[in-house]
């Protein structure tokens, strides 16, 4: 992601309070980034990020869907790595809803696109929730 788009330099400053326990202001940063998304590959990004503050599954299920929705209207590579984490965290959305036979589906989309993943950290990360939410779900 290119850290000179203003969305994402607010969804960074987001996960940083985030890491430092300050939900409010993740949250507030998250929601700028939303209402300042111009493009389809902006409000992906911004709605993966809201779908992490919402107080109920269904809320999360929703950002989730709409991040996943903006993320099929870019029509260049831009969001190719970010579908592994799409489909991760719908899956999480559904499980959380009970949705055993959705989550499962989402998550097997999410392991046949790891490969757009890099190597690192990161990637690592995505496949092993992966690979744990497909053991949750067999």
């Known amino acids: 992601m290119d850290p000179d788009n203003p969305v994402v330099r607010l969804c960074v400053k987001g996960m940083e309070c985030e890491f ?3 939900f409010v202001g993740a949250a507030r940063s998250f929601l700028t980034a939303w209402n300042q ?3 389809d590959f902006e409000r992906c990004i911004a709605a993966h990020y809201m779908a992490r503050h919402q107080e109920t599954p269904a809320g999360g299920l929703a950002w989730n ?3 996943l929705n903006h993320a099929a209207a870019v029509d260049d590579d ?3 790595d970010f579908y592994p984490s799409l489909y991760l965290n719908l899956g999480k959305s559904h499980e ?3 949705n055993r036979e959705e989550a499962k589906h989402f998550y097997e989309l999410a392991a046949k696109v790891a490969d757009a993943l890099a190597e690192g ?6 496949r092993d929730a992966v690979a744990r939410a497909l053991l949750r779900v067999a």
């Open 65 to 67: 869907q709409k991040s």
């Open 121 to 126: 950290r990161y990637g690592g990360v995505v």
């Open 20 to 22: 430092a326990g300050d």
């Open 96 to 98: 959380d809803l009970g």
């Open 37 to 39: 998304s111009t493009d």
């Open 78 to 80: 831009r969001v190719r």
